[in-house]
T-cell receptor, first 111, second 119 residues
Framework: GQQVMQIPQYQHVQEGEDFTTYCNSS?????IQWYKQRPGGHPVFLIQ?????EVKKQKRLTFQFGEAKKNSSLHITATQTTDVGTYFC???????????FGTGTRLQVTL | DADVTQTPRNRITKTGKRIMLECSQT?????MYWYRQDPGLGLRLIYY???????NKGEISDGYSVSRQAQAKFSLSLESAIPNQTALYFC??????????????????FGEGSRLTVL
């Protein structure tokens, strides 16, 4: 079955530093979604990637989908305290219309 | 008002008690889901439903049951709660649709969560 690893589990950065989280699958994906969960909140959809090699940007956030559609990354440039939270990838193999999630990367940003 | 509403938001109960967590949505989505969140384990799928007549087990359905009373309502029951069911539970809805080679696409909309503590 599909195995998904999300790394790192936790990262602590100083405000202004960059941050990257990676999601790696053992199988080829149809698409992948990314969610953010603020402390005490619920997951909120950020983006969906469907094409091989796709790169999408949302202000300081850059999302990439690997050429082989087995991995994805989320990069935040110049982190701010508002970026604090846990980032989840949700890979989809396309064989079932249910979404499973990676274990998440918790980001802490300090001044 | 929230599009996906969960009740109760917090509940403390004792081992062996029956607990029901309720979810209602105003988004008009057919697909509804129950997830469980534990620290370090991410979100794990308990049950999901594509419509009133279609209910499916997720990764961790043992010890749980669900009922889809209407398109807008999806409830999760713990028939006899045990301490390791202490967790944060999320209901979600989706407008997932088949995108051909892109697979199923569409985002999940989550409720605010129900924190359950089993003593």
């Amino acid at each position: 079955g599909q195995q998904v690893m999300q790394i790192p589990q936790y990262q602590h950065v100083q405000e202004g530093e960059d941050f990257t989280t990676y999601c790696n699958s053992s199988t080829t994906l149809s698409n992948i979604q990314w969610y953010k969960q603020r402390p005490g909140g619920h997951p909120v959809f950020l983006i969906q990637l469907v094409k091989s090699g796709e790169v999408k940007k949302q202000k300081r956030l850059t999302f990439q989908f690997g050429e082989a559609k087995k991995n994805s990354s989320l990069h935040i440039t110049a982190t701010q305290t508002t970026d604090v939270g846990t980032y989840f990838c949700a890979p989809n193999t396309g064989t079932a219309s249910k979404l499973t999630f990676g274990t998440g990367t918790r980001l802490q940003v300090t001044l | 008002d929230a599009d996906v509403t969960q009740t109760p938001r917090n509940r403390i109960t004792k081992t062996g008690k029956r607990i029901m967590l309720e979810c209602s949505q105003t988004k008009g989505h057919d697909r509804m889901y129950w997830y469980r969140q534990d620290p370090g384990l991410g979100l794990r799928l308990i049950y999901y439903s594509f419509d009133v007549k279609d209910i499916n087990k997720g990764e961790i359905s043992d010890g749980y049951s669900v009922s889809r009373q209407a398109q807008a309502k999806f409830s999760l029951s713990l028939e006899s709660a045990i301490p390791n069911q202490t967790a944060l539970y999320f209901c979600a809805t989706s407008d997932l649709s088949w995108g051909g080679t892109s697979g199923y696409t569409g985002e999940l909309f989550f409720g605010e969560g129900s924190r359950l503590t089993v003593l």
